[in-house]
């Protein structure tokens, strides 16, 4: 739906709506059991509440696409991930917390292995550890270039980030990294003509970090990839009418939460840290979007108990939650992580939103195959938001 | 899904696809049991592989329209039917097995009768028969244009095929055939600019061919639809990476195979040749279109109990694909065509995909009905692709 016409529609009222996010919450049958992580979870409170409201399988991008975390949440916001894209500059800066600004041009850079004739041996320069990554990076941060400022930051492992900050900082600008061993390492290259001169900022970068890595093997060279500037997103304020804050750990989803507008609260690493925040701050913000990662986490690890027992542990704060009398009670996923693929995956994800007004199916657990013969279906994750302001009766009739 | 989206997600790996496209495979209840044709057939592989795997309806081209054979296979293949065009021409050219090169320009041909006034009283002719056509065409033959080949082949009755050969030919030109009795056939006319070169020269051709015909009553004329040449698609190498081939007896299927860039093996009448040529080239291709066309046949034929049979036929070779040990096996089909109906139709088609990762659902059987409840709900064709490449862990992440 486009958001225009979402926007057309929108009225305000007192009502609260709250957005449980659990990351990589789908998954998949484990081969011994025929049951998925959600089906083997003791999670009373997210079956009562699917009991109580309305289930489907939301898709968080197309049929069959893996989303990452920017897509998948965006999706959840109401934002189409194909249309509203981020780039992993950005996404970079975003997951540790840079405090990105709106001319600054970002980069994710992976340090790599080149030889003698200069051609890339390794794009990943051995996986060299974090450690090794940071010192690089403040070698690197001693870089000048006119009229910019540089910051080089570790990530993880080979990768890292650059941004440059000043004005006239344009995106268009080629990957250096040509995906391929025994090839040189590209040129930053324009793609728009007004990208030129940041161009040439870039190459000059990258020949200084050529010399100060010469001797730096197996880290001797390094790629860029994902020239970014923070994207001008709609907020969430002007588009849904929302004042939405943000309980999150993790920066990335702190980060792709700013992105849209949304205010960012401290909050404590445990889910009743984040509850709390949520029960102080009530009176606040009339949509909350909640974090929980380790579901993800988990999965990513392949553990299957210990999914399990995260989705245990993320139901206990369902009751705190349904205490505060909230609109709409919507518990979702930016993707699927099944522990079986240990990493994240296409495969729809199950969603279960509560309202007054919900129309509530005949789902009476919380997991895949319940919520797929759930009252929505298998429908896109952008239906979410929309979804949400009706059943907050948010939203007025479309045409007379 | 937009391909580019697709493209730029692709990695290769040696993992298999199996997709075999069983053509007209929906069907409609018989009014006296109840039962659609899936549901009457003894079809034990086929339900074993839905309650192994993973089922859906597919709809071809969108609710309520029936394909042809050419979108309902490509979408199929990955392309969206309503962007991806294939004129009629070519179609006709792909059905009769012509040797169709890119430069040439394709029609359909229909021959008409039109009275001493040039005014049509019968837009087929009196449907004459093949041998007839066979004949005409051949004096039609021998007409010569400034420039160019000229080919004139029958097809059925009293359709032909007309292919221009010869550098510069152009499509954009508009059918020659009004759609309507007591009219006089319309002269070839250039909708584009640079097609004006072409529709003289096919003015010149209907010019000499009605002096030709003018003995030959009620086959005493001809028009010309679908102007067109090869067209331009992406091929399922350069998009989706894959090294597909095509295992089909009939030549639309051979040439719309051709279209994506497909291989195509040369291969016995019956489905159980076609088994043997995928056996034997296993080791050579990553993709592998099986078609099967009796059920089509019989279902035009308004033959319920031999559509039941030729179910229960290509049931037969599902074990031996299984055991092949295939990455990823779907069943599918391009269109249905009922029976009860004698004829291809709009109806949603059942699917089944098997995969390790597939998530199955509870379809216990093949038929509409459970394919409807089953884990894909009703989903656009066009995903199928996209789903084969996630199940064979063809597609990275969307987004960081």
Same mark, same amino acid.
């Given at each position: 739906?486009?958001?225009?016409?979402?926007?057309e529609l929108v009225v305000?009222?007192?009502?609260?709506?709250?957005?449980?996010?659990?990351?990589?919450?789908?998954?998949?049958?484990?081969?011994?059991?025929?049951?998925?992580?959600?089906?083997?979870?003791?999670?009373?409170?997210?079956?009562?509440?699917?009991?109580?409201?309305?289930?489907?399988?939301? $898709?968080?991008? &197309?049929? /069959?696409?893996?989303? %990452?975390?920017?897509?998948?949440?965006?999706?959840?916001? +109401?934002?189409? #991930? =194909?249309?509203?894209?981020?780039?992993?500059?950005?996404?970079?800066?975003?997951?540790?917390?840079?405090?990105?600004?709106?001319?600054?041009?970002?980069?994710?850079?992976?340090?790599?292995?080149?030889?003698?004739?200069?051609?890339?041996?390794?794009?990943?320069?051995?996986?060299?550890?974090?450690?090794?990554?940071?010192?690089?990076?403040?070698?690197?941060?001693?870089?000048?270039?006119?009229?910019?400022?540089?910051?080089?930051?570790?990530?993880?492992?080979?990768?890292?980030?650059? $941004?440059?900050? &000043?004005? /006239?900082?344009?995106? %268009?600008?080629?990957?250096?990294?040509?995906?391929?061993? +025994?090839?040189? #390492? =590209?040129?930053?290259?324009?793609?728009?003509?007004?990208?030129?001169?940041?161009?040439?900022?870039?190459?000059?970068?990258?020949?200084?970090?050529?010399?100060?890595?010469?001797?730096?093997?197996?880290?001797?060279?390094?790629?860029?990839?994902?020239?970014?500037?923070?994207?001008?997103?709609?907020?969430?304020?002007?588009?849904?009418?929302?004042?939405?804050?943000?309980?999150?750990?993790?920066?990335?989803?702190?980060?792709?939460?700013?992105?849209?507008?949304?205010?960012?609260?401290?909050?404590?690493?445990?889910?009743?840290?984040?509850?709390?925040?949520?029960?102080?701050?009530?009176?606040?913000?009339?949509?909350?979007?909640?974090?929980?990662?380790?579901?993800?986490?988990?999965?990513?690890?392949?553990?299957?108990?210990?999914?399990?027992?995260?989705?245990?542990?993320?139901?206990?704060?369902?009751?705190?939650?349904?205490?505060?009398?909230?609109?709409?009670?919507?518990?979702?996923?930016?993707?699927?992580?099944?522990?079986?693929?240990?990493?994240?995956?296409?495969?729809?994800?199950?969603?279960?939103?509560?309202?007054?007004?919900?129309?509530?199916?005949?789902?009476?657990?919380?997991?895949?195959?319940?919520?797929?013969?759930?009252?929505?279906?298998?429908?896109?994750?952008?239906?979410?938001?929309?979804?949400?302001?009706?059943?907050?009766q948010r939203l007025t009739k479309y045409?007379?």
């Open positions: 739906m486009d958001l225009e016409v979402i926007r305000k009222n007192d009502s609260k709506i709250v957005l449980l996010v659990i990351d990589g919450l789908g998954g998949l049958p484990n081969p011994e059991t025929g049951r998925s992580e959600l089906e083997e979870a003791n999670t009373i409170h997210l079956d009562r509440l699917a009991a109580d409201g309305l289930c489907g399988m939301t $898709v968080p991008v &197309g049929l /069959g696409i893996t989303p %990452g975390s920017g897509p998948g949440h965006l999706a959840l916001f +109401g934002y189409d #991930p =194909l249309k509203y894209r981020v780039g992993r500059g950005v996404l970079e800066a975003l997951g540790i917390d840079f405090d990105l600004r709106k001319e600054d041009l970002a980069a994710r850079g992976n340090f790599c292995t080149i030889d003698s004739q200069g051609l890339i041996t390794d794009r990943r320069a051995g996986r060299i550890s974090t450690e090794t990554c940071a010192a690089l990076c403040e070698g690197l941060s001693g870089i000048k270039l006119p009229g910019v400022q540089v910051f080089v930051q570790p990530v993880r492992e080979h990768r890292f980030l650059l $941004v440059l900050r &000043g004005e /006239g900082l344009a995106e %268009g600008i080629a990957d250096t990294d040509p995906q391929r061993l +025994g090839m040189p #390492p =590209l040129p930053a290259q324009a793609q728009l003509p007004e990208a030129e001169a940041t161009a040439r900022l870039l190459n000059d970068f990258v020949a200084q970090a050529r010399k100060r890595l010469a001797d730096k093997h197996p880290a001797n060279m390094l790629l860029l990839r994902g020239v970014s500037k923070w994207p001008d997103l709609p907020h969430m304020g002007d588009v849904f009418g929302l004042n939405a804050v943000a309980v999150a750990v993790y920066p990335m989803y702190r980060g792709l939460a700013k992105l849209v507008g949304m205010t960012v609260l401290p909050t404590g690493m445990a889910i009743q840290d984040e509850l709390a925040t949520v029960q102080e701050h009530w009176q606040d913000f009339d949509f909350f979007f909640i974090h929980y990662k380790t579901t993800d986490s988990r999965g990513e690890d392949g553990d299957y108990d210990a999914k399990v027992a995260a989705l245990e542990e993320v139901d206990s704060v369902i009751p705190g939650i349904r205490d505060l009398s909230p609109d709409v009670l919507m518990v979702a996923g930016d993707h699927s992580t099944p522990s079986l693929l240990a990493g994240q995956s296409w495969h729809s994800v199950p969603f279960v939103m509560w309202s007054r007004w919900c129309r509530t199916d005949r789902a009476e657990t919380f997991d895949e195959n319940a919520c797929r013969a759930g009252g929505l279906g298998t429908f896109p994750a952008t239906a979410v938001l929309p979804l949400a302001l009706a059943n907050a045409g007379a």
